[in-house]
T-cell receptor
Framework: GENVEQHPSTLSVQEGDSAVIKCTYS??????FPWYKQELGKRPQLIID?????GEKKDQRIAVTLNKTAKHFSLHITETQPEDSAVYFC????????????FGKGTLLTVNP | EADIYQTPRYLVIGTGKKITLECSQT?????MYWYQQDPGMELHLIHY???????EKGDLSSESTVSRIRTEHFPLTLESARPSHTSQYLC????????????FGSGTRLTVV
């Protein structure tokens, strides 16, 4: 089955700096890669996703890049703000009607004002 | 508003009691999932369902059971609660299109004393 590794497990940055979280996956059949943000005491929420036919996707201050050859994908947050502080999860899934997501272990991002 | 709802939000219960955690979604999703989330953040898949009368065990062994008699309803039952069951339980559902992201419920924080 799929195995997703996520690094780092904790990340502390100063407000305004950039943050990068990296994930690797094992199943070459995986073609869908979402990222979730979970604020303290709240539910995980989808913030951005990318499919294997795309190398990069941006949404305001967040971007995701995908390297299918190396089987890794990354989340980039620019101009970080204190409200970006949360746990971030990456995930991967192969296609097919009975797919399910395999999650990384999470990264606790702290943005210091 | 279409969403996924979990009740109760918090539950404190004595050892040996039977409990049912409720999960309902109004999005028409076929696929539903239960995750156990420990204080270390990681999401552990304990049960999933691809539709009515379909239930499967997840990656993490669990003493809980689930049922899927109606599309919108996916309750989780513990026949005899133990302190080791203390955790946060998150329900999720996913878009019927292959490769769709998950929508999570707000979770039930269970404490067994």
């Amino acid at each position: 089955g799929e195995n997703v590794e996520q690094h780092p497990s904790t990340l502390s940055v100063q407000e305004g700096d950039s943050a990068v979280i990296k994930c690797t996956y094992s199943d070459s059949a995986s073609n869908y890669f979402p990222w979730y943000k979970q604020e303290l005491g709240k539910r995980p929420q989808l913030i951005i996703d990318i499919r294997s036919n795309v190398g990069e996707k941006k949404d305001q201050r967040i971007a995701v890049t995908l390297n299918k050859t190396a089987k890794h994908f990354s989340l980039h947050i620019t101009e970080t703000q204190p409200e970006d502080s949360a746990v971030y999860f990456c995930a991967a899934s192969p296609g097919g009607s009975n797919y399910k997501l395999t999650f990384g272990k999470g990264t606790l991002l702290t943005v210091n004002p | 508003e279409a969403d996924i709802y979990q009740t109760p939000r918090y539950l404190v219960i004595g050892t040996g009691k039977k409990i049912t955690l409720e999960c309902s979604q109004t999005m028409g999703h076929d696929k539903m999932y239960w995750y156990q989330q420990d204080p270390g953040m990681e999401l552990h898949l304990i049960h999933y369902s691809y539709g009515v009368n379909s239930t499967e065990k997840g990656d993490l062994s669990s003493e809980s059971t689930v049922s899927r008699i109606r599309t919108e309803h996916f309750p989780l039952t513990l026949e005899s609660a133990r302190p080791s069951h203390t955790s946060q339980y998150l329900c999720a559902s996913s878009d019927p299109n292959p490769g769709g992201g998950y929508t999570f419920g707000s979770g039930t924080r269970l404490t067994v004393v």
